[in-house]
């Protein structure tokens, strides 16, 4: 299509998130590379183009555009690039707009200042000390859900920004499913008398041969370093700084090689979705991630249902002998067990597959009672103490192994948590699907071939970008809507056998 | 001082600063961490980030803020910070806008085709190839010294890119006293029976060792890399991204330690002057590094006076031997004598610091006569092998090994190459005065003291930015203008009894 309102539209978007790419390499350099003590100048050019996009993002021009295309725009498909792209920069600037300039200054004051307060909170395991500011956080996320606008309920606001169009009472019934299933696996696994045989994979091995084995591994499920990195950091991220430029990071564990390389592969699984985005549409929606949902499903996907197969342990195996000898001895299935291990904890970041969810479905439940008001900020430890106490049977000792231990809401990121389960359930629906669609994925896994399960993914999910929407990519692979089943088929299976249930 | 528009003009430029330094990022990553199909959309990144910087950087409101200034600003010290800043933006904008726009595009388009050009007549040994490029710059070159003017010398108007108000003339006639003391001392140490016994630097060195001794002695000299970084890269450089944050380069030759050694030292004699540059006025011309010259000398000084006197060795050497031994088994004398070898040679970025200043000297006096006119661009490769026969007696055997080697004037650098010699006299010049005011900084250096000396040129140099020109900032530390015979002090004081001249 020709139309110059149109091309205007596009090249000024391409023009956003050139600069928004920018924005992420001044990140990743600030979280890889960068000078000890460059930060605060560092801080002054992140703040200066985030400045800079947000004018373009709420230029009045785009709407002068967008309101020409609405009368010009001839009537086609609606998930075609076209359609999708005026359709999602429509909203952009919709959103962006409706929110006063001085909430979101205050929003951005008020989520530095938390993020300050909460690390003191953490070292001095005090909820009192991060209680004023995570109550100034939930009154201002109130007011961003009041501005945004909803319709049924005020996190849809705010959910909405991770996971768009998202609806809470839909996530909140599938998760209520996964919920009740979940405690009850963990409690039969708590019971069984087997138990993993996790002391197999403790072992000290050098940082660089486990860089070695993640970069192989990575590489075997088709991530392309020719368009991206591997780099290492405090808190393991993956980004994107241009259509053939993804990287991703990881830190290593001298005595425990599966930090790093469970950890390489969830970011791997991340650049898989990235890499996989048509790059002539990088910078407009159709070349952009649809949710954080679907992202982490492709993260998770990678992580788990590939990486702690046994097919897969079969390729990896010999490979991880080469470069973990002589620290890991163990035979392939022992390590088969010991990297499915499930055990209760109070770390979210430390959980396995099964009690993760669980972790994720309390702060969901959580944050939806403090946005309500429902639950009064002071209220929290002892709610917080009282689901895990009911969902997994571990209660903290005191708040930093508790409510002290995310980062997320002292950073403002409310409706944040959910798409991590939203990620296993996507996933786990997925891969289910693939494994009917295509013939022996096992043995293809067993030799070090991911090509088929990745161009299937690319198929029904990657291409895409944002022409679909979370719950069309799931119906349209799958025939289904989302559901809790495929997740709990999928740790039955794989845990029965191991655990003797 | 607190006039309005003093305040916008600075709060102005330090906004574009953070653009630049943006730019910067972009840039360091491309050639050391960037995946290797990233590249155009790099070029992309860069290429907005330029536009939005020289779009600041002719705003007509920077004019009208300059000019209320001019009415407004009262008389005060000409080098105070306000004044400098006050002046160099000035010269800046009125630089800036003398241009014409259809020009700078034209210049930017031949001389990313020229660079294209150079590379295919590079592996062609073939000037003729490259002839009609370079006959295009040069005349473009000769309209871009038209545009911004010029009392004697067309020559100036691109000197003045690099080297503020330098004066060709004066820079001809001090180049032209050192060339011919300089083929005289050359065609000495040809001429003597002794030899440098370079072959005592030879031996495989892994990278990893190299580095290590590398960044030891880079900390010696005072590069703080809590403010600063050392990458990988092909062709070494140093750049800053912020007041607190400059990083330098280099690569690894694995059978020829010197080759890194001397890279780090000298990138990291341009680290130390950008690091000495006062952090509070970063982006404004009190805290930017005043010319190509004087950064260079800073480079020159650290790498040779410093790394390449005896003194310096004897705090290197037992370093040197833990880092390089086995490889490394000459005594001090030996390694001292090698590190100082001379030898006429083909290869500019090869050459030893006595024929170094020959090379550029001929590509000074060649590419004067290339844009007065006098000398056609076809008879280049002619002239070209007259110099050198001349000057340095040896002679190109195809044009990759002659007019080809440099990229510079691919890229229409026309002006710069004289600041690599200005940069050895400067450095020069300076050095031998710091001897005379510092006692024993021979003593110093043998016991890894660099404080005195680096704490001398913060006071003479570092501190000032752009506050003195060049040549006042010579006079003042040194209270004479520039001239030869320091440098040529220095080189005949060191190599005589080396050479037993």
Chains 1, 2 share one sequence.
Request: charged share 20%; hydrophobic share 40%.
């Amino acid at each position: 299509m020709t139309l110059p309102a149109l091309q205007s539209l596009c090249a000024y978007a391409r023009e956003t998130a050139q600069l928004a790419s920018i924005d992420a390499l001044l990140q990743w350099d600030e979280r890889t590379y960068m000078p000890s003590l460059a930060g605060d100048y560092r801080a002054e050019q992140i703040s200066l183009l985030a400045r800079l996009v947000h004018q373009r993002r709420t230029n009045p021009q785009v709407k002068e555009w967008l309101d020409t295309l609405a009368e010009t725009l001839p009537p086609g498909d609606f998930n075609d690039d076209t359609h999708t792209t005026v359709r999602w920069i429509g909203r952009d600037y919709s959103k962006q707009t409706k929110l006063p300039a001085s909430l979101v200054e205050e929003l951005s004051r008020a989520s530095v200042k938390g993020q300050q307060v909460w690390v003191e909170a953490r070292k001095l395991r005090s909820f009192e000390h991060f209680q004023p500011a995570l109550e100034h956080l939930v009154h201002l996320k109130q007011q961003e859900a009041a501005a945004l606008g909803y319709e049924d309920d005020p996190y849809d606001a705010l959910l909405d920004e991770y996971e768009p169009y998202g609806k809470t009472q839909e996530i909140a019934a599938t998760l209520e499913g996964l919920r009740k299933e979940l405690v009850l696996l963990v409690q039969q696994i708590v019971d069984s008398p087997r138990k993993a045989p996790i002391a197999a994979l403790h072992g000290s091995v050098l940082p660089t041969r486990q860089e070695q084995f993640g970069r192989i591994m990575a590489q075997a499920i088709g991530f392309d370093f020719d368009r991206g990195r591997l780099d290492v950091t405090a808190h393991p991220f993956c980004t994107t700084l241009g259509p053939h430029d993804c990287r991703i990071t990881t830190r290593y564990n001298e005595s425990f090689f599966p930090s790093a390389f469970y950890g390489i592969l969830h970011e791997a699984g991340h650049g898989l979705y990235e890499q996989g985005l048509r790059p002539t549409q990088f910078g407009l929606p159709p070349g952009s991630a649809v949710s954080l949902g679907i992202h982490e499903s492709q993260s998770r996907l990678w992580e788990n249902q590939v990486g702690r197969s046994f097919a897969f342990w079969k390729f990896a195996y010999p490979h991880a002998r080469q470069h973990f000898a002589p620290q890991l001895t163990a035979d392939i299935e022992t390590v088969y067990f010991a990297i499915n291990h499930v055990q209760p904890s109070l770390i979210r970041v430390e959980a396995d597959e099964v009690t993760y969810n669980l972790h994720i479905i309390i702060r969901f439940e959580l944050e939806r009672e403090l946005l309500s008001g429902n639950l009064p900020v002071r209220d929290l430890p002892e709610a917080w103490a009282t689901k895990y106490q009911h969902y997994l049977g571990v209660v903290p000792s005191h708040a930093s192994e508790g409510v002290l231990q995310d980062i997320h809401w002292s950073a403002g990121l409310f409706g944040y948590f959910p798409t991590y389960s939203l990620g296993n359930l996507y996933g786990a629906q997925f891969f289910e699907q693939a494994q009917t669609d295509l013939a022996n994925l096992d043995e293809q896994f067993s030799v070090g071939n991911f090509t088929t399960l990745r161009t299937w993914l690319n198929d029904k999910v990657y291409q895409f970008g944002q022409c679909y929407m979370p719950g069309e990519l799931v119906q349209n692979a799958t025939g289904r809507p989302l559901s809790h089943a495929p997740l709990l088929r999928y740790l039955r299976n794989k845990l029965s056998p191991l655990y003797g249930l």
